[in-house]
């Protein structure tokens, strides 16, 4: 897994991520994205997946903290969700609350 | 009854000793008969023989007054010597020694003018003393008045003749009966001048009169018929004292005419008389009881014939216990050893010495029961060496099922039971290659020792030949070749062989001179294969082979025996038949190789029964179970560092298979899940093995998780509810949900202390 964090803006944090977001990556994942979002103040998460090949339910369980993280701060949507993970986000149920582009 | 020997000698021997007393029975009564005349004769000649001996005596004595009459007339004629006279008198009485004394008495006046008695008297003192007795010569006596003398005088007629007096008791005291004869003295001119007499003493012939007693009740009478005087009797039935000198007429059963009579009846009885009149006019009469008389004779008969009839029986038994101790038993120790032997017992002794002839057979009986138990010990041991060749050659053909466990395409199983102790029937199977198995069912002509000898041989041709990799049909004609090459006997064998490619499917079936198969294919019927028969193997050295090729789908079952199936009979020697084998594998479509086999098995034991098996029995059924499903293995300790080797591997083997994206990606997510699952709860220092089984059979993928640790169902969560809202949406169970809809097919189970769980996509 291979992430991309960028500011832009006051505090919107724009996460481009690449590969499988699984047992091995999810919590690294998770952490990183979330000290930055404290670290900055963010308010606006938005996750580029045009490169995420694969979720597992760890990584489901890494959204769904972000999601309830963000909730409080503000917003966050998940943009360019490829096949894969759209199937699993629509297996699960997250594409009812999870903003998807 | 008559059935043994024994019986039959006794019968006949009973039957001639019967027949034999029966003749002797009909002469002795012929005999009796006889001996009735001959008894009355005898008795006759018995009383005659008596009467003659006193006839004898009478004549002596009658002789001796005689006598005394010649002495008498010399005397009257001489000188008148009376010393002379007296001495004569007295020697003549004295010859006489019966007498008891004699004289001679003259008339008045006769030898002397002056004297009117004349008289000379001998009398006997004893056998051999004789004295003049005076006292007879005294007035006293004064013989002219005596009675005898008064009564004779006129009685005598002639010269010699002698007449007797009645008897009468003696005087003086002795009182014995006493008789006299008289005889007539004459001078020259024939006149009477005087008269002899002889005393004569008859208490001995009375005696012996009266010991006259041929039978018990015999009875004799001795009378003077003259004088009608009854001497002496021994009737019973009467006083005889008081019948004494009474006349014949008051005995009671006398007549005159008894001499001719034959039998008379007295007191109730009849008795027979036997008569005989004495020279002097004395009668003897015995009267002898007519039962008495044959009495003995008849006694004698009937007793002899009980006898006789005792003697048989005794003869009879003496006989059966001689038959029975000489023939009944030796025969029936015979008997019970022949019925021992049989039974198997061979190691009884005969002991029998006597009698001779069946020692004899005894000790040809003993070499017999020696023969026996070689015989036996030779035969055992042959049947233990073909025990031993059983088990070897069953031995020879392939028994472990299943016997490549590791290979899935396909199932066989094959069962054989010979009828002998070593069968002709065989099968086999083998792989030719990695890919290629051949499978054979054969039948060998003949049964035995030989036929089972060359199925070995034959066997092994085949499994040599096969390694060769011919083609089937090269393959067939180069066993056929070489099974003719070596075959002087002239065997030759039914075969169907299959050679299938496990990996395609395709079957080579070649059938040479053997039953067709029952095929079920497309999970349809059995029904019997219509294919080429070929010639047998072993009759033709340059025979030519059809073979029959198909392509068998998953599931297809091919069915192969040999006659001693369908040829199998029952008590009514009807056979088990072609319909009836089909029937029984068509009634249990669903049963494994095995289910196969044993419903044929139990079918034909239901049919036969109790029959025996007259022909090797031998059945190989072969499953095609489609290609071998693809198995990878994986195992690892369970553990967020190594999950990444897992899925390493996971993709790899989905990429092998040619696995579609989305298939690989359910995969993945799922068994990421599981592994997550173990490697979090399973172990309790978090370092457990997990085992992962990938199984791809045509586009059916398994994936088997095995783990070690604490018994765990995670299938037991109840589903998240996904329309939750986020916040109030549980962390857990998410996981599980996934693997759930990832899968078409989740389960569980804890076996041998093991955590599986099977996911089936």
């Known amino acids: 897994m291979q992430l991309e964090l960028k500011k832009i803006d006051e505090a919107k944090l724009y996460v481009k991520a690449e590969g499988k977001i699984d047992l091995d990556s999810a919590v690294e994942f998770g952490t990183t994205i979330k000290d930055a979002i404290e670290d900055n103040d963010i308010a606006d998460l938005v996750l580029d997946f045009e490169r995420v090949t694969y979720i597992s339910s760890i990584g489901l369980r890494i959204i769904l903290e972000l999601h309830q993280q963000m909730a409080k701060l503000g917003t966050m949507k998940l943009v360019k969700v490829q096949e894969p993970v759209l199937v699993i986000f629509k297996m699960t149920g997250f594409d009812k609350f999870l903003h998807i582009e | 009854m008559f059935d043994t020997i024994k019986s039959k000698i006794i019968t006949i021997v009973l039957l001639m000793l019967l027949m034999l007393s029966a003749l002797l029975s009909v002469f002795t009564y012929i005999y009796y008969r006889n001996a009735k005349e001959l008894i009355i004769i005898g008795r006759s000649f018995a009383v005659a023989n008596f009467a003659q001996d006193i006839n004898k005596e009478i004549t002596r004595i009658e002789d001796g007054a005689r006598q005394l009459s010649i002495a008498g007339e010399i005397y009257l004629n001489s000188v008148k010597n009376k010393k002379l006279a007296e001495d004569t008198v007295r020697d003549i009485v004295g010859v006489y020694k019966n007498s008891v004394g004699g004289g001679i008495w003259f008339k008045p006046y006769v030898i002397d003018p002056n004297r009117i008695r004349d008289c000379i008297y001998a009398l006997r003192k004893d056998v ?450 072609e319909k009836r084998l089909k029937n029984a594998l068509n009634n249990a479509l669903d049963s494994d190789v095995y289910g196969i086999i044993n419903n044929v098995k139990e079918d034909i034991a239901k049919y036969v029964e109790k029959t025996p098996q007259s022909d090797d029995m031998t059945m190989l059924v072969f499953k095609y179970n489609g290609k071998a499903p693809k198995v990878e293995h994986y195992n690892g300790i369970a553990k967020k560092e190594n999950y990444k080797f897992f899925s390493f591997w996971l993709r790899a083997t989905c990429q092998k298979y040619k696995l579609d994206k989305q298939l690989t990606q359910k995969i993945e997510v799922a068994s990421e899940e599981i592994y997550t699952n173990v490697l979090s709860y399973a172990y309790e220092d978090g370092n457990g093995e997990i085992a992962i089984e990938f199984i791809k059979e045509e586009d059916d993928i398994e994936l088997r998780f095995v783990d070690e640790g604490v018994q765990y169902n995670p299938l037991e969560n109840k589903d998240p509810d996904i329309d939750q809202n986020p916040k109030d949406r549980p962390i857990g169970g998410l996981g599980i949900f996934i693997v759930k809809q990832s899968a078409k097919d989740v389960a569980y189970e804890y076996k041998d202390n093991k955590n599986i769980l099977t996911l089936k996509f």
């Open chain 2, 128 to 577: 051999n003393t004789v004295v003049i007795d005076r006292k007879l010569e005294s007035d006293d006596y004064n013989y002219l008045s005596q009675k005898w003398y008064k009564e004779a005088i006129p009685k005598i007629k002639e010269q010699n003749q002698v007449i007797w007096t009645t008897p009468y008791l003696a005087q003086g005291g002795s009182k014995t009966l006493m008789v006299t004869a008289i005889s007539g003295i004459y001078d020259k001119q024939g006149n009477m001048l005087g008269v002899s007499s002889v005393d004569w003493e008859i208490k001995s012939i009375v005696d012996s009169i009266k010991k006259i007693k041929p039978t018990p009740n015999s009875f004799v009478l001795f009378a003077d018929k003259v004088n009608d005087y009854v001497i002496v009797s021994t009737d019973p039935y009467v006083d005889n004292v008081d019948l004494m000198g009474k006349s014949l007429k008051e005995f009671p059963w006398y007549s005159e005419n008894i001499a001719n009579r034959t039998y008379i009846t007295y007191q109730g009885k009849k008795f027979v008389p036997y008569v005989k009149t004495l020279d002097n006019g004395m009668i003897i009469v015995v009267c002898v009881p007519k039962f008495e008389m044959f009495y003995y004779t008849v006694y004698h008969v009937i007793c002899l014939f009980i006898v006789m009839i005792l003697i048989s029986f005794l003869i009879a038994l003496v006989l059966y216990m001689s038959l029975n101790r000489n023939i009944s038993k030796p025969i029936n120790t015979l008997m019970e050893i022949a019925n021992r032997i049989s039974a198997g017992d061979t190691e009884t002794e005969i002991k029998l010495e006597k009698p001779k002839e069946f020692a004899q057979l005894a000790s040809t009986y003993d070499k017999m029961i020696k023969d026996i138990k070689n015989i036996t010990r030779e035969r055992d041991k042959i049947e233990s060496e073909l025990s031993i060749a059983k088990e070897i050659q069953a031995s020879s053909l392939p028994s472990t099922f299943p016997p490549y466990p590791d290979r899935k395409e396909f199932d066989i199983y094959a069962y054989m039971k010979a009828a002998r102790e070593v069968g002709g029937d065989f099968y086999d199977f083998y792989f030719t290659d990695e890919n290629n198995l051949l499978f054979l069912i054969a039948d060998v002509s003949g049964k035995g020792v030989p036929a089972a000898l060359f199925m070995m041989t034959v066997k092994t041709l085949i499994s040599n030949l096969a390694q060769v990799r011919y083609n089937p049909r090269l393959l067939i004609e180069t066993i056929n070749k070489s099974i003719c090459t070596n075959n002087k006997q002239g065997f030759f064998v039914t075969m169907l062989a299959g050679i299938i490619n496990l990996e395609t499917g395709r079957l080579s079936l070649i059938n040479c001179g053997h039953n067709p198969p029952l095929v079920k294919k497309n999970n349809g019927k059995y029904d019997y294969l219509e294919l080429e028969s070929n010639m047998v193997l072993g009759a033709f050295s340059g025979a030519r082979f059809d073979i029959y090729e198909t392509v068998l789908e998953k599931g297809d079952t091919i069915f192969t025996y040999t006659d001693g199936i369908t040829e199998a009979v029952n008590a009514d020697d009807e056979q088990y038949g």
